[in-house]
């Protein structure tokens, strides 16, 4: 059975880093792009960026390019999503989700709380 | 602004058809397929329709997809309370080298 199981909800004060995560089983991590999505208080989705852990290509759409960086371990089949000095704007919930030729796998989400 | 344009809102009366579209270019929705997603408030989106028309198991066929040139749509017959929620459409897109989704539709049941 696919899962993709992401970390806990956080809460941060403005200029603080983070690093959330996202762990998939039942499939292999290699063969597919693992995608960000996030989804600001009372939004819709965006993309955030996708990554390929099968040769680490990683692409990120043009809103969130130098803001965020995404990564992934093989080792232990977990993507992550990350920044450096996080803003209140940063406050949403944010996806992780399995791509083929669509979002197929959903992790359950990890709200992010910025607020000083 | 989203990539993929969807109307804001859509309603209709249980029983009814209703349709939400979703627009786009010759980039995305023009060269790739498209995908519908379901979102109850709350909970994470679940697909819907994939490759423009085809439905994952366990989606009832009361839904359907289309598309032609830089549009798709998504179709929904036998309108009934539990289908209110909000729709994504999205597609890769060949110029950002990535999927984009629309703004999303927020549908009610009256």
């Known amino acids: 059975e696919v899962q993709l199981v992401q970390s806990a909800a956080e809460v941060k004060k403005p200029g603080e880093s983070l690093k959330i995560s996202c762990q998939a089983s039942?499939?292999?991590?290699?063969?597919?792009?693992i995608a960000w999505v996030r989804q600001m208080p009372g939004r819709g989705l965006e993309c955030v960026g996708i990554i390929y852990p099968g040769d680490s290509d990683t692409r990120y759409s043009p809103s969130f390019r130098g803001q965020v960086t995404i990564s992934a371990d093989k080792s232990s089949s977990t993507a992550f999503l990350q920044w450096t000095s996080l803003k209140a704007s940063d406050t949403a919930m944010y996806y992780c989700?399995?791509?083929?030729?669509?979002?197929?796998?959903w992790g359950q989400g990890i709200l992010v709380t910025v607020s000083s | 602004q989203s990539v993929l344009t969807q109307p804001p809102s859509a309603s209709g009366t249980p029983g009814q058809r209703v349709t939400i579209s979703c627009s786009g270019s010759s980039s995305n929705i023009g060269s790739s397929s498209v995908t519908w997603y379901q979102q109850i408030p709350g909970t994470a989106p679940k697909p819907l329709m994939y490759?423009?028309?085809e439905r994952p198991s366990g989606v009832p066929d009361r839904f359907s997809g289309s598309k032609s040139g830089t549009s798709a749509s998504l179709a929904i017959s036998g309108l009934q309370s539990e289908d209110e929620a909000d729709y994504y459409c999205?597609?890769?897109?060949?110029?950002?080298?990535?999927?984009?989704f629309g703004g999303g539709t927020k549908l009610t049941v009256l």
């Open positions: 989700a399995r791509y083929g030729q669509s979002f197929d796998y």
């Open positions: 039942g499939y292999s991590f290699t063969k597919y792009w």
């Open positions: 490759n423009s028309n």
């Open positions: 999205a597609a890769w897109d060949d110029t950002l080298r990535g999927p984009v």
